[in-house]
C-alpha cells in the first residue's frame, strides 16, 4: 500500500471511530486503538505534507486565534419557531394545520408530523461544497450570523467530508456501506451544537478544583465558546452537534443515484425546495438521508400520525427528558411532508408547518432553612438561600439564588418558610416563592442586612440599581473573589491559588492587592498552614509560569466590569499592550468591532482610577507579561487599519456584490454605514448610484470609484 492509500484508508477508518463514539455513542475500539490510528496517520502526514489536505482528522484544530470573526449571510433567513407551552396550545396549532391544509383543496384525515427531541444549545449553518465542509456560521440575527468555522471544525460529531462520492469523483470519506449518489455541490445543513452534559460537568469539577466560578448552564456555556476566538480552547471543551435541516445552495446539485432521486429539480432555494432538489419528500426522509451522509442526528425522533400521537410523545419525553446525555427542553413539531410545507409557508418570524413544544420547569417543595448573602469581586452583596436539599430535575439542590432584596420583599420570602423551588432553561435554580399556607405563626420578614457581612461599612444603592454594595475598596471579601478571579484557569491560570490559599494568603496580610501574588515566597508559603515544601514550591512554579501569560488572560483576570473572556480577548488584540489600551480615549475603545459602549465606559473608568492604575504599574515591575506577540501584533494592525472609518456603498458594484463589500470593509476595521453624513469618511460609488453620490459631493465628503475602492482593500504587501 503506498502511503497515500493509507493515509485514505486511515482517514475512513478515523472518521468510521469518530462516529461510531461521538454520533452514535457506541464506539468500537478502545481509545488508545483510536488514538493509534490517529498517530499513525499525523506521522504518515508528517512525513508527506503534500498529501495534507483541509478535511482530514489531524487537521481539525487549524489555525490561530483570530482577531474576530466575519459576518456571513445566510443563504436564506434562518427562522425561529413558534411556541406551545400546553396540550391545549399544541392541538390548536393541528387545528391551524389542517385548516391550512384543507384550504389548498387536499383532504388528509391525521396529519403525519415528525417529532424531535428540541435541543438547548445554538443553532449552526453548516456549508459543504462538493461534500466537504466549508463553512460554519452561527444564527446571528437570523439574516446575518457569524463564521466560526475553525470551531465548528474542531467538533468531532461534525463529518468535515460528507460520507457520499462527489460529482467530481474524489474518493469517498466513510465505511462500506454507504448509499449511492452524489454529493450537491453545494448544500447547508442546519442544527444545533450543545454542551454534553458529561463534559460540561467535566468542565464544571475542574473550574470547582481551581477555585474559579462555575458555568451557568450549558447553553450559555456552549454558546460563549462557539464563539471563542480560540479554536484549540473549543476543541477541549467537547462540544458536540446535532443536525435537523437541509437548505439548498444557489447552485442546483446535479443529483444522481438511487438515493436521491432527480426528477423534481427546481431553481430556487428555499429549504422546501432545497428538500425537493434532493427528491426528498418527507422531512423522515431527510432525517434519514442527512444520517446515511454520516451527519449527526438525534436518533429520537418519531414519526406521528395526528395530534394525539404527537401529545404522547410530549409527555412521554417530559419524563425522559433526564435520560439524554443532553438538554432537551421541549420537542419541535414537524409537518412531514414536504410539499404541504409549501402550501402553509412560513410568517416573517416562524414556520407555519412547525411548532416548539416546550416542557414545563420543573418545581418541588422544599424547607428555606436560611437567607445568606454572598459579596462578590465588584462589591455587590446578593442573597441566596439555604435549602433542606431536595433532588429536582437531574440533581440534589442545597442552594437557590434569591436574585435581590426587593424581589424576596414582593415575594415575601421568609427563613423557615416552605418554597417552591424550580430549575427552568437555566440549570440555576430558584426560589420561586413561598407555600404561605404551610407559615409558621411566630415568622418574620426577611430583611437585607445594612452593613457587609465581612468588613462591616454600611451598604450602599444606586438610585437605579437593585443590587446593594460594599463600596469600601479593601474590603477582604472583595479582595478574595477577585483574587479568586485573577488566579482561575480562564483568566491567570495559577493552578494550585484557589480559595482556600487566597483565603490564607489574604488573612494573614501576605497579599493585599494582585501585584502582591508575584512576590510571594516559596518561604512565605511554606509557613502557612496544610502547605508543605512541595506544594509551595509548585505553587510558585504556576505563580512564575502566568509571568508570560497572553495578554488577554490579563485583561480579563483584573476583573473589570463587563469584560468578559472574549472582549478581553478582543481588546488584547485591538490594542496590542497594555500601555495602549491605558491611553485609548473612550471612542477609540467605542470604535473597536465588538465592544459597545457601556463596557467602552467601564474600561475606561476602570483604567482612570489612580489605584488601578498604580496597580498594573506593580504589575508590570513584577514582570507581567503586558504585550502582545509582536508578529500577531502586526497582523492585527494590518487587519484594523481602517478602524475607526466609516464608508456608505452606493450603486453596483462589477467586481463584487454589496455584501461582499461591506464583508471586506468591515473585515478591516471599518464601519459600512447606510446614509451619508458629515462624519462619513469617504462614500464608494459603483454604477447607477443615486442620490447618496450626490449629497456626499454636497458634504464635501470624499467620493470613491471603484477602483479607488479595491485599492483601499486590497492586501497590504
Ligand atoms: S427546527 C425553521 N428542530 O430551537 C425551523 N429547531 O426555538 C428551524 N432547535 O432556532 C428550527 N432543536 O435553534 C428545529 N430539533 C430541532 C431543534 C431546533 C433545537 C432550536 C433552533 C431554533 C430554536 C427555536
Same mark, same amino acid.
Given at each position: 500500500?503506498?502511503?497515500?492509500?493509507?493515509?485514505?484508508?486511515?482517514?475512513?477508518?478515523?472518521?468510521?471511530?469518530?462516529?461510531?463514539?461521538?454520533?452514535?455513542?457506541?464506539?468500537?475500539?478502545?481509545?488508545?486503538e483510536?488514538?493509534?490510528?490517529?498517530?499513525?496517520?499525523?506521522?504518515?502526514?508528517?512525513?508527506?505534507?503534500?498529501?495534507?489536505?483541509?478535511?482530514?482528522p489531524?487537521?481539525?484544530?487549524?489555525?490561530?486565534?483570530?482577531?474576530?470573526?466575519?459576518?456571513?449571510e445566510?443563504?436564506?433567513?434562518?427562522?425561529?419557531?413558534?411556541?406551545?407551552?400546553?396540550e391545549?396550545?399544541?392541538?390548536?396549532?393541528?387545528?391551524?394545520?389542517?385548516?391550512?391544509?384543507?384550504?389548498?383543496?387536499?383532504?388528509?384525515?391525521?396529519?403525519?408530523?415528525?417529532?424531535?427531541?428540541?435541543?438547548?444549545?445554538?443553532?449552526?449553518?453548516?456549508?459543504?461544497?462538493?461534500?466537504?465542509?466549508?463553512?460554519?456560521?452561527?444564527?446571528?440575527?437570523?439574516?446575518?450570523?457569524?463564521?466560526?468555522?475553525?470551531?465548528?471544525?474542531?467538533?468531532?460529531?461534525?463529518?468535515?467530508?460528507?460520507?457520499?462520492?462527489?460529482?467530481?469523483?474524489?474518493?469517498?470519506?466513510?465505511?462500506?456501506?454507504?448509499?449511492?449518489?452524489?454529493?450537491?455541490?453545494?448544500?447547508?445543513?442546519?442544527?444545533?451544537?450543545?454542551?454534553?452534559?458529561?463534559?460540561?460537568?467535566?468542565?464544571?469539577?475542574?473550574?470547582?478544583?481551581?477555585g474559579?466560578?462555575?458555568?451557568?448552564?450549558?447553553r450559555?456555556?456552549?454558546?460563549?465558546?462557539?464563539?471563542?476566538?480560540?479554536?484549540?480552547?473549543?476543541?477541549?471543551?467537547?462540544?458536540?452537534?446535532?443536525?435537523?435541516?437541509?437548505?439548498?445552495?444557489?447552485?442546483g446539485?446535479?443529483?444522481?443515484?438511487?438515493?436521491?432521486?432527480?426528477?423534481?429539480?427546481?431553481?430556487?432555494?428555499?429549504?422546501?425546495?432545497?428538500?425537493?432538489?434532493?427528491?426528498?419528500?418527507?422531512?423522515?426522509?431527510?432525517l434519514?438521508?442527512?444520517?446515511?451522509?454520516?451527519?449527526?442526528?438525534?436518533?429520537?425522533?418519531?414519526?406521528?400520525?395526528?395530534?394525539?400521537?404527537?401529545?404522547?410523545?410530549?409527555?412521554?419525553?417530559?419524563?425522559?427528558?433526564?435520560?439524554?446525555?443532553?438538554?432537551?427542553?421541549?420537542?419541535?413539531?414537524?409537518?412531514?411532508r414536504?410539499?404541504?410545507?409549501?402550501?402553509?409557508?412560513?410568517?416573517?418570524?416562524?414556520?407555519?408547518?412547525?411548532i416548539?413544544?416546550?416542557?414545563?420547569?420543573?418545581?418541588?417543595?422544599?424547607?428555606?432553612?436560611?437567607?445568606?448573602?454572598?459579596?462578590?469581586?465588584?462589591?455587590?452583596?446578593?442573597?441566596?438561600?439555604?435549602?433542606?436539599?431536595?433532588?429536582?430535575?437531574?440533581?440534589?439542590?442545597?442552594?437557590?439564588?434569591?436574585?435581590?432584596?426587593?424581589?424576596?420583599?414582593?415575594?415575601?420570602?421568609?427563613?423557615?418558610?416552605?418554597?417552591?423551588?424550580?430549575?427552568?432553561g437555566?440549570?440555576?435554580?430558584?426560589?420561586?416563592?413561598?407555600v404561605?399556607?404551610?407559615?409558621?405563626?411566630?415568622?418574620?420578614?426577611?430583611?437585607?442586612?445594612?452593613?457587609?457581612?465581612?468588613?462591616?461599612?454600611?451598604?450602599?444603592?444606586?438610585e437605579?440599581?437593585?443590587?446593594?454594595?460594599?463600596?469600601?475598596?479593601?474590603?477582604?471579601?472583595?479582595?478574595?473573589?477577585?483574587?479568586?478571579?485573577?488566579?482561575?484557569?480562564?483568566?491567570m491560570?495559577?493552578?494550585?491559588l484557589?480559595?482556600?490559599?487566597?483565603?490564607?494568603?489574604?488573612?494573614?496580610? &501576605?497579599?493585599?492587592?494582585?501585584?502582591?501574588?508575584? /512576590? @510571594?515566597? %516559596?518561604? #512565605?508559603? *511554606? !509557613? =502557612? $498552614?496544610?502547605?508543605?515544601?512541595?506544594?509551595?514550591?509548585?505553587?510558585?512554579?504556576?505563580?512564575?509560569?502566568?509571568?508570560?501569560?497572553?495578554?488577554?488572560?490579563?485583561?480579563?483576570?483584573?476583573?473589570?466590569?463587563?469584560?468578559?473572556?472574549?472582549?478581553?480577548?478582543? &481588546?488584547?488584540?485591538?490594542?496590542?499592550?497594555?500601555? /495602549? @489600551?491605558? %491611553?485609548? #480615549?473612550? *471612542? !477609540? =475603545? $467605542?470604535?473597536?468591532?465588538?465592544?459597545?459602549?457601556?463596557?467602552?465606559?467601564?474600561?475606561?473608568?476602570?483604567?482612570?482610577?489612580?489605584?488601578?492604575?498604580?496597580?498594573?504599574?506593580?504589575?508590570?515591575?513584577?514582570?507581567?507579561?503586558?504585550?502582545?506577540?509582536?508578529?500577531?501584533?502586526a497582523?492585527?494592525?494590518?487587519?484594523?487599519?481602517l478602524?475607526?472609518? #466609516?464608508?456608505?456603498?452606493?450603486?453596483?458594484?462589477?467586481?463584487?456584490?454589496?455584501?461582499?463589500?461591506?464583508?471586506?470593509?468591515?473585515?478591516?476595521?471599518?464601519?459600512?454605514?447606510?446614509?451619508?453624513?458629515?462624519?462619513?469618511?469617504g462614500?464608494?460609488?459603483?454604477?447607477?448610484?443615486?442620490?447618496?453620490?450626490e449629497?456626499?459631493?454636497?458634504?464635501?465628503?470624499?467620493?470613491?470609484?471603484?477602483?479607488g475602492?479595491?485599492?483601499?482593500?486590497?492586501?497590504?504587501?
Open positions: 500500500m503506498t502511503p497515500a492509500e493509507r493515509i485514505a484508508e486511515l482517514r475512513r477508518l478515523i472518521r468510521y471511530h469518530e462516529e461510531r463514539y461521538y454520533v452514535l455513542n457506541d464506539p468500537e475500539i478502545a481509545d488508545a483510536f488514538d493509534a490510528l490517529m498517530q499513525e496517520l499525523e506521522r504518515l502526514e508528517a512525513d508527506s505534507p503534500d498529501l495534507v489536505t483541509t478535511d482530514s489531524t487537521q481539525r484544530v487549524s489555525g490561530r486565534p483570530a482577531a474576530g470573526f466575519d459576518t456571513v445566510h443563504a436564506e433567513p434562518m427562522l425561529s419557531l413558534d411556541n406551545a407551552y400546553s391545549e396550545e399544541l392541538r390548536a396549532f393541528d387545528d391551524r394545520v389542517r385548516r391550512g391544509v384543507a384550504a389548498a383543496g387536499e383532504t388528509v384525515e391525521e396529519i403525519d408530523y415528525v417529532a424531535e427531541l428540541k435541543i438547548d444549545g445554538l443553532s449552526v449553518a453548516l456549508t459543504y461544497e462538493n461534500g466537504t465542509l466549508v463553512r460554519g456560521a452561527t444564527r446571528g440575527d437570523g439574516v446575518r450570523g457569524e463564521e466560526v468555522t475553525s470551531n465548528v471544525r474542531t467538533i468531532r460529531a461534525i463529518p468535515l467530508k460528507l460520507r457520499i462520492p462527489t460529482s467530481s469523483g474524489a474518493s469517498p470519506s466513510g465505511s462500506p456501506g454507504e448509499p449511492e449518489g452524489f454529493a450537491p455541490q453545494k448544500i447547508e445543513i442546519r442544527g444545533e451544537v450543545y454542551f454534553p452534559r458529561r463534559a460540561f460537568e467535566r468542565i464544571n469539577k475542574e473550574r470547582e478544583e481551581s474559579e466560578p462555575l458555568f451557568a448552564n450549558p450559555n456555556t456552549a454558546a460563549g465558546t462557539m464563539r471563542s476566538l480560540d479554536p484549540a480552547l473549543v476543541a477541549k471543551r467537547g462540544l458536540s452537534a446535532w443536525m435537523y435541516q437541509l437548505v439548498g445552495g444557489p447552485e446539485p446535479p443529483l444522481q443515484g438511487p438515493a436521491l432521486q432527480p426528477e423534481i429539480v427546481v431553481t430556487t432555494h428555499s429549504d422546501v425546495e432545497a428538500d425537493l432538489q434532493v427528491g426528498l419528500q418527507t422531512h423522515a426522509e431527510t434519514e438521508t442527512l444520517k446515511a451522509w454520516g451527519l449527526p442526528v438525534e436518533p429520537h425522533w418519531r414519526r406521528c400520525r395526528g395530534v394525539d400521537a404527537l401529545v404522547a410523545f410530549c409527555r412521554e419525553w417530559e419524563e425522559k427528558r433526564r435520560t439524554v446525555g443532553f438538554d432537551t427542553d421541549g420537542v419541535v413539531v414537524k409537518l412531514d414536504v410539499d404541504l410545507r409549501a402550501t402553509l409557508g412560513t410568517t416573517s418570524k416562524f414556520p407555519r408547518w412547525a416548539a413544544f416546550k416542557f414545563p420547569a420543573e418545581q418541588k417543595t422544599t424547607l428555606l432553612k436560611s437567607i445568606e448573602v454572598n459579596v462578590g469581586r465588584t462589591g455587590a452583596v446578593t442573597p441566596f438561600a439555604m435549602l433542606e436539599p431536595v433532588f429536582i430535575a437531574g440533581s440534589t439542590v442545597s442552594m437557590a439564588t434569591l436574585h435581590n432584596s426587593d424581589d424576596i420583599a414582593r415575594k415575601d420570602i421568609r427563613e423557615g418558610d416552605w418554597v417552591i423551588v424550580e430549575k427552568a437555566d440549570v440555576i435554580p430558584r426560589v420561586v416563592g413561598p404561605s399556607s404551610r407559615r409558621s405563626p411566630d415568622s418574620r420578614p426577611w430583611q437585607m442586612p445594612a452593613e457587609c457581612p465581612r468588613c462591616g461599612s454600611r451598604l450602599h444603592r444606586a437605579d440599581e437593585a443590587v446593594w454594595r460594599c463600596e469600601n475598596t479593601s474590603c477582604p471579601a472583595k479582595l478574595q473573589r477577585g483574587l479568586e478571579h485573577f488566579a482561575s484557569r480562564g483568566a491560570n495559577i493552578e494550585g484557589g480559595e482556600s490559599l487566597i483565603a490564607q494568603v489574604t488573612g494573614a496580610g &501576605l497579599v493585599k492587592d494582585y501585584a502582591d501574588v508575584y /512576590a @510571594l515566597t %516559596a518561604e #512565605t508559603l *511554606e !509557613q =502557612l $498552614e496544610r502547605m508543605g515544601k512541595k506544594s509551595a514550591a509548585k505553587v510558585m512554579l504556576q505563580i512564575e509560569r502566568s509571568r508570560t501569560n497572553e495578554l488577554w488572560r490579563l485583561i480579563y483576570g483584573l476583573g473589570i466590569r463587563h469584560v468578559g473572556e472574549r472582549a478581553s480577548q478582543v &481588546l488584547a488584540r485591538a490594542f496590542g499592550s497594555m500601555e /495602549a @489600551l491605558c %491611553a485609548a #480615549t473612550t *471612542e !477609540q =475603545l $467605542e470604535e473597536t468591532p465588538e465592544i459597545g459602549p457601556v463596557l467602552a465606559e467601564s474600561v475606561r473608568s476602570w483604567l482612570d482610577e489612580p489605584r488601578n492604575r498604580g496597580l498594573i504599574g506593580r504589575l508590570r515591575e513584577a514582570g507581567v507579561n503586558m504585550e502582545i506577540p509582536p508578529d500577531e501584533r497582523a492585527a494592525a494590518v487587519e484594523r487599519r478602524k475607526g472609518k #466609516t464608508y456608505v456603498i452606493t450603486g453596483t458594484l462589477a467586481s463584487m456584490t454589496r455584501e461582499e463589500a461591506t464583508a471586506a470593509l468591515e473585515r478591516l476595521g471599518a464601519k459600512v454605514a447606510g446614509s451619508v453624513s458629515k462624519k462619513s469618511t462614500v464608494i460609488v459603483g454604477g447607477d448610484a443615486g442620490t447618496k453620490a449629497k456626499a459631493r454636497t458634504l464635501g465628503v470624499p467620493v470613491l470609484d471603484e477602483a475602492f479595491l485599492d483601499l482593500v486590497k492586501p497590504e504587501s
